[in-house]
Structure formats: C-alpha cells, structure tokens
C-alpha cells in the first residue's frame, strides 16, 4: 500500500456544502503500520480461546457452580474498577500518545501474569473440584488479570478510535485486518486442539489434556503478545485530543447526549439476553468429535473472504444502519432453520443429517460474515467522532466503558446462569464423550443454535432507530476536517511565536 498522503477531494453532501472538504481521500496509514494493525487483529483471534470451558471443567476441574460465582465476584469487580480507570485513561496527556502508554508498558507484563492460568493443573494436580487452595488461586489470578486486562482493553479500542482521521480508510483497515487474519489462519489454534482433542480422547495419541492445553495456550500467549506490542510500537494516535482534560462532569454528560452510542448500547443490552454455549460442546460432547466443527466450516470459507470484498459496494449503495440490522435478521434466520431441523425426529444427534445442515448454514451465514465483522466496530468509532462533533472533546475511554457498563453488569449475571444451566439440564463434568443423557445433548445443540437467537432477538429492535444516516455522516465529519485543521494552525502559531 502506497504511503503517499492525497490531498482532499471535495464532497457535495445532501445540503449543498459541495465546498467542504471531507477526510475521504487522504490515507494516513502507511503500509508498516498497516501490516502492524492486521498482526494485530490477527493476535486478539490467535488462541485457543473457544476450549476454555473444557481446560476450566475437565483439566483444571473446578465446579460449575464455582466458576458461576467466580464470574459474578469478578464481573462485579470489573464494574467497579471500569469508572475510575476510564477517567485515568482520558485524562492521559503525553509525548507518546494518550493510549500507547499503557499498552505498551503493560501488554508484555500482563502476557507473563497470564501464563499463570495455562500452568493451574501442574500447580494443583489431582485435586478435587471444590479443593480450597486451587478456587482461592482462581479468584485472584481472575480479579487480579481483569483489573490489568481493563487497562489493555479499553486504550486499545482508544487507539483503533484515532489512528485514522479518515472513516473510509478505517473501514478500510478493519475489512482488510479481517480478511488477512483469516487468510493467514488466525483459526490455526483453534484447528489443532480440534484435531488432538480427538485424538487423545480416542486414545490414537497417548498425550495428556493437560499438556496439550500448557503447551498451546502459552505459544499462543506469547506468539499474540509479539505482534500486538509491535502494533503498539509503530502505530500511531492522529485525532487530535482537546489540549485540557476533560473532567469528570463532561466524561459523564458525552454519554448520555451520545445518541448513537446510546442505541448501540441498548441494542447490546437487549442482544446480551441471549442464553447459549459454544458450539464445541455439542461437537464434542453430542457428535463426538472436535475436529467436525472446522470440517463443516470448509465449504463456506471462499464466502467468507468474498464477503470482505463486498462490504465498500454495499457501503455505497445502503446505510451503515440497513447493513447493521440486515445482518443480524440473516444470521438469525441461518441459525433458526438449523434448530428447527436438527429438533425434528432427534436428527440433532444423527452426524448424516447435522454435517451436511451444519455445513449449508456456513455457506449462507458467511455471506455476511464481511458485513457483521466490519459494520458494528466502524459504527463504535463513529459514536466516537459523535462525541467529539457534538461536544468539542474526545472521551473515547468513559464512553466506551458506559457502553460496556450495563453490557458488563448483565454478562455476570448471564455468564453464571449459563453455568447453573448445563448443571441443571443434567450435564455431567469429564464425562466420557457421547456417554450425556439425551436431554443434555438437546441442551448443547439447542444452546449452541435456537435458543441464542431466541432469547436474544429483541437486540435487533434499537437497530432502526440509529440516527446517523449518510447525510449527517457527512456533515459531522465535514465540521470535524475544519475544527481539527484550525486547531493545528493554532498551535503551529503558537509554536512560531515561542521559537520567536
């Protein structure tokens, strides 16, 4: 990609400003910092993530209830400390920038305290579920992970936020950064402890579990961590701050005369009501083998890089907000047929029926998949510059954890019903695989197709109301090309009259 910055080209938006100059056609991003920003996405997916709930049950082997209240101490903790850290972090003002400096001394350090979790069996080796030690050490690497893990999270959604003045060219960076994480296997892991899985479970392999997830889980660790700092290190934070620090009072009044972030949250919330369980449960526990879910994922995966390509033309032709809910409808629809036949006749446990409909269901999901991994993050980094337009200042750390506030509050709640779920649907912990009752193995599918979509539809409702259309879009961004160019011609004066 070519690192030659273009001038401007007017834009006639829909109230006859053809005069004013939109941030469309400069690219601020060069091709190192680009390469960076995709190593990046490519990172946050590089795990193994999706058997956590098997290394927490059937390695480590801690109590579903346990973990239940575990998530509800720690997600009540993670409330608590989102506020004043959000306030820490928007009042930031330094050389380096008002995010990289918390991602660059903490990443590392916390990447090394979290290794601490994939060594867990080798620290309590053949102990009971509920033995003391082993759910004291849990809490507090889980409490003590999350208050660092809020630092990171909240100035890396900060930094994605200001990168780039240019909205095209941040949807730009976010489809691309899709696209090549998939291409470069950001699934790889995922694969792998699929296929070994299965293997050590049929005995074709004499590992243990637990080796296979230490082993994995830290490579993945330090591997994702390498080419995060690397992003953090070249990247670089182009929207402009306000010189003064925004106070308490104005974090708080940037969030509820934020419409747009209001309506995403809201359409959250309600989403958040979903009841399900990771589909590789099923897979395991029900078809009984890991490795099905990426074979059934096959077919679909030239649609899946297809869809990329197709979200600038969509763009052009419908708004943000069509293609937000348009997306959320389709995907629903994919997942409802499949509920409805695999409850037909227990073809739910039959692999003749589910691999061919599971497969079919990724062809058609993934059509959007461009679309639903594209529209929802630009729509974030909009409310953003929402902010910014409406109130003359930048509060991206206390407008994103407002966001995440009431999403946070429900998930404790949600996360521990999930676990009190399994336990009462019958669902036995390092059972045999394929050796669950029927009613459990109904549960698993159900919770990983029909049941989602159905507790959790009302989200899509807000969607129609979301305010930002293409003519506002280029007003708001218009006015924010000319405050920002007026306050750098400021401060070059500012910094003439000093050198004088």
């Known amino acids: 990609m070519s690192t030659k910055l273009r001038e401007p080209k007017p834009s006639t938006t829909e109230d006859g400003n053809a005069h004013r100059k939109l941030p469309t056609g400069r690219r601020y991003v060069g091709s190192m910092e680009t390469a960076a920003y995709i190593a990046q996405d490519f990172a946050d997916s590089f795990s193994i993530g999706k058997y956590q709930n098997r290394f927490i049950w059937d390695v480590v082997g801690i109590d579903f209830n346990i973990t239940g209240v575990v998530t509800l101490f720690t997600g009540a903790w993670d409330i608590i400390n989102d506020t004043f850290i959000s306030a820490m972090v928007d009042r930031t003002r330094t050389r380096w920038g008002k995010f990289r400096p918390f991602l660059l001394w903490m990443k590392m350090p916390l990447t090394l305290f979290g290794m601490l979790y994939w060594f867990m069996p080798i620290f309590f080796p053949n102990t009971s579920t509920t033995y003391l030690p082993k759910l004291i050490f849990y809490f507090a690497f889980s409490v003590i992970n999350e208050t660092a893990g809020t630092f990171i999270s909240i100035s890396q959604t900060g930094l994605l936020s200001t990168i780039t003045p240019n909205p095209e060219e941040r949807v730009r960076l976010i ?11 950001e699934q790889i892991p995922e694969w792998v402890m699929g296929i070994f899985i299965d293997l050590i479970n049929t005995n074709t392999v004499k590992w243990k579990l637990q080796n296979l997830f230490i082993g994995m889980g830290a490579a993945t660790s330090i591997l994702s961590a390498l080419m995060t700092v690397w992003f953090y290190t070249v990247s670089k934070e ?4 306000s010189v003064e620090k925004p106070s308490i009072k104005e974090g708080f009044k940037a969030i509820f ?62 708004t943000s907000k069509t293609l937000w809910v348009f997306e959320d409808l389709w995907t629903d629809m994919c997942w409802l047929v499949v509920f409805i036949l695999g409850s037909f006749n227990k073809n739910f446990m039959k692999r003749s029926v589910m691999i061919p409909t599971m497969a079919v269901e990724e062809v058609f999901e993934m059509m959007v998949y461009g679309v639903r991994h594209t529209i929802p993050d630009e729509l974030r980094n909009e409310a953003m510059d929402y902010c910014e337009w409406k109130n003359g200042y930048r509060v991206e750390a206390m407008t994103g954890v407002a966001k995440g506030l009431v999403n946070k509050l429900q998930a404790v709640v949600m996360n521990s019903f999930k676990n009190f779920v399994l336990a009462k649907v019958g669902y036995i912990q390092g059972a045999t695989i394929g050796t669950q009752s029927d009613k ?3 549960w698993l599918f159900a919770l990983g197709t ?16 979301y305010p930002i259309d293409n003519k506002m879009r280029d007003e708001m961004y218009a006015d924010l090309t000319e405050r920002r160019s007026a306050v750098v011609k400021k401060m070059d004066e500012i910094a003439a009259e000093i050198e004088v």
Do not use: H
């Not at 489809?175 to 296997?185: T, V």
């Not at 182009?238 to 701050?241: A, D, F, L, T």
């Open 175 to 185: 489809a691309n950064a899709k696209l090549f994480s998939r291409f470069l296997g």
């Open 238 to 241: 182009r929207v402009m701050q």
């Open 257 to 318: 005369n934020n419409k747009p972030l209001l309506i995403i949250t809201l359409s959250e919330f309600l989403a958040g009501f979903a009841i399900g369980q990771g589909r590789s449960d099923y897979y395991i526990d029900v078809l009984g083998s890991a490795s099905l879910q990426t074979i059934v994922g096959i077919p679909a995966y030239p649609i899946l890089n297809l869809s990329y390509t197709w979200v600038a033309p969509l763009r052009r032709r419908f």
């Open 440 to 442: 459990a193995k109904w």
């Open 450 to 465: 029909g049941i989602p979509v159905i507790t959790g539809c009302l989200g899509v409702i807000p969607k129609l109301f």
